[in-house]
């Protein structure tokens, strides 16, 4: 059971260019979000999804775009990467939506130059 | 605007007593609140829980306490061992309402020897 797996664990990217961030779980969980950590700024909610087709927007989804097609994928893009966007990258899922709590990848460290 | 606020940016704390964190809400209509503890380069791991219909939920050495007329709630670790050195970060979300789980800034706890 290899849980919430995040690819790629570390990237450098160039201003403009365009990257996906991968997160799969095995878990058969409904719930998945994205979150983004910056130094003094915890973690931040990205995007989040309740179920396959379904997503929505968190505290800060400008610039980023997700969508989730199949139970364990929930991909998140950066269509035109900026400087502001380097940051540690975290997806999430559980179970289901309500009371239960989270579990998390180990993250991808992206910069952008 | 914050609705999950640590105010305490980081906490020493001797071996073996007893280590405080707080955590303070401006939503009332959270109802499930969380507790997540991260190693350097590791994603958060999920600690312990606990919903509005009670005040205190204990796992262990970990301890929840909730005043939801004060809009706040408190971690209590006993005793406080080398390995409880981390960040911690408080959580919480609506349950029953649009499950967005929303963290705070985080506390960095030092156990000192």
């Known amino acids: 059971n290899a849980g919430v797996t995040q690819t790629p664990k570390f990237q450098v990217l160039k201003t403009g260019q365009s990257m996906t961030l991968q997160c799969a779980q095995d878990m058969n969980h409904e719930y998945m979000s994205w979150y983004r950590q910056d130094p003094g700024m915890g973690l931040r909610l990205i995007h989040y999804s309740v179920g396959a087709g379904i997503t929505d927007q968190g505290e800060v989804p400008n610039g980023y775009n997700v969508s989730r097609s199949t139970t364990e994928d929930f991909p998140l893009r950066l269509l035109s990467a900026a400087p502001s966007q380097t940051s540690v990258y975290f997806c999430?899922?559980?179970?289901?939506?309500?009371?239960?709590?989270?579990?998390f990848g180990d993250g991808t460290r992206l910069s952008i130059l | 605007d914050q609705q999950v606020k640590q105010n305490s940016p980081s906490l020493s704390v001797q071996e073996g007593r007893i280590s405080i964190l707080n955590c303070d809400y401006t939503n009332s209509m959270f109802d499930y609140f969380l507790w997540y503890k991260k190693y350097p380069a590791e994603g958060p791991t999920f600690l312990i829980s606990?919903?509005?219909?009670?005040d205190k939920n204990e796992d262990g050495r970990f301890t929840v306490f909730l005043n939801k007329s004060a809009k706040h709630l408190s971690l209590h670790i006993v005793p406080s061992q080398p390995g409880d050195s981390a960040v911690y970060f408080c959580a919480a979300t609506e349950g029953g309402g649009d499950d967005k789980i929303i963290f705070g800034k985080g506390t960095r706890l030092h156990i000192l020897p």
């Open positions: 999430a899922s559980r179970l289901r939506a309500g009371y239960q709590p989270q579990h």
């Open positions: 606990i919903s509005s219909i009670k």
